[in-house]
């Protein structure tokens, strides 16, 4: 009696995001809301999610810390 081993799937639901690839749906806001954050307009009103790779991107949210 073996059954083939069926790849399980992820309790949570992934969702498509274009700046980060998917989430979950508990993290929707950090992907979905706009943050205003201002100086850098590369990634001002980006989601939270999102990270610039502006060399002189001064936020906070958004700085890609790599
Ligand atoms: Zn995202
Ligand atoms: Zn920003
Ligand atoms: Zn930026």
Same mark, same amino acid.
């Given at each position: 009696?073996? +059954?083939?081993? !069926?790849?399980?799937?992820?309790?949570? &639901? #992934? =969702?498509?995001? #274009?700046?980060?690839?998917?989430? &979950? /749906?508990?993290?929707?806001?950090? +992907?979905? &809301? /706009?943050?205003?954050?201002? /100086?850098?307009?590369?990634? !001002?009103?980006? /989601?939270?999610?999102?990270?610039?790779? =502006?060399?002189?991107? !001064?936020?906070?949210? +958004?700085?890609?810390?790599?």
């Amino acid at each position: 009696m073996n +059954h083939p081993s !069926v790849p399980q799937r992820d309790t949570a &639901e #992934h =969702l498509p995001c #274009h700046h980060c690839g998917a989430y &979950e /749906p508990a993290d929707q806001a950090r +992907h979905t &809301e /706009p943050v205003h954050c201002g /100086p850098c307009i590369t990634c !001002v009103d980006k /989601p939270a999610c999102f990270s610039c790779r =502006l060399m002189y991107c !001064v936020c906070d949210v +958004h700085r890609y810390r790599g």
